[in-house]
Antibody, heavy 119, light 110 residues
Framework: QVQLQESGPGLVKSSETLSLTCTVS??????????WSWIRQPPGKGLEWIGYIYYRGSTNYNPSLKSRVTISVDTSKNQFSLKLSSVTAVDTAVYYC???????????WGQGTMVTVSS | QSVLTQPPSASGTPGQRVTISCSGSSSNIGSNTVNWYQQLPGTAPKLLIYNNNQRPSGVPDRFSGSKSGTSASLAISGLQSEDEADYYCAAWDDSLNGPVFGGGTKLTVL
């Protein structure tokens, strides 16, 4: 079955760029039936949508993060990635990658990776 | 402050039926479908209900969703101890041009 797995540094210094990758296994990121998304959850808080990408490269970002976010896809590696620049402590969160189906539902999630921004 | 409004907590005893509400506006729930997620402690969220009232394969029929106007509800019947989790509603928002979430409801099984 299709699985998603996040990877990347668990600690990022303030003002630097957070970089994460999501590897898709058991399926293809090039499937035209889905979008691929990043979502985050600060400790003890709710979920926040970051953005998503289609395999052809079109993107859509949360306006509150748009100036700092870049999501890209590498179909040859079956991966998609997140870059969040100029991070601060408020960016400390568990970051999830997820698959987005037709009804805009996140129907498959990675296990999540905790990223802490240190000063 | 989340765009969709949920009660922060809910509770019930085993076997009971509980409902969790989700309130939005014309730009989200009022014009788009609602999805619900279950997040068990220490785990990633899981899709529970999509398209207002559809259950993905493997989700028990004890879970049901409904929508009316700018509000939606998740109902859990025959409450079980393993249902203790955080529940989130979500919907596409036409103003944001993206999905928005509720703040989450922590369900306690007494």
């Amino acid at each position: 079955q299709v699985q998603l797995q996040e990877s990347g540094p668990g600690l990022v210094k303030s003002s630097e760029t957070l970089s994460l990758t999501c590897t898709v296994s058991g399926g293809s990121v090039s499937s035209g039936s889905y979008y691929w998304s990043w979502i985050r959850q600060p400790p003890g808080k709710g979920l926040e949508w970051i953005g998503y990408i289609y395999y052809r490269g079109s993107t859509n970002y949360n306006p509150s993060l748009k100036s700092r976010v870049t999501i890209s896809v590498d179909t040859s590696k079956n991966q998609f990635s997140l870059k969040l620049s100029s991070v601060t402590a408020v960016d400390t969160a568990v970051y999830y990658c997820a698959r987005v189906e037709y009804h805009h539902a996140f129907d498959l999630w990675g296990q999540g990776t905790m990223v802490t921004v240190s000063s | 402050q989340s765009v969709l409004t949920q009660p922060p907590s809910a509770s019930g005893t085993p076997g009971q039926r509980v409902t969790i509400s989700c309130s939005g506006s014309s730009s989200n729930i009022g014009s788009n479908t609602v999805n619900w997620y279950q997040q068990l402690p220490g785990t990633a969220p899981k899709l529970l209900i999509y398209n207002n009232n559809q259950r993905p394969s493997g989700v028990p029929d004890r879970f049901s969703g409904s929508k009316s106007g700018t509000s939606a509800s998740l109902a859990i019947s025959g409450l079980q101890s393993e249902d203790e989790a955080d529940y989130y509603c979500a919907a596409w928002d036409d103003s944001l041009n993206g999905p928005v979430f509720g703040g989450g409801t922590k369900l306690t099984v007494l």
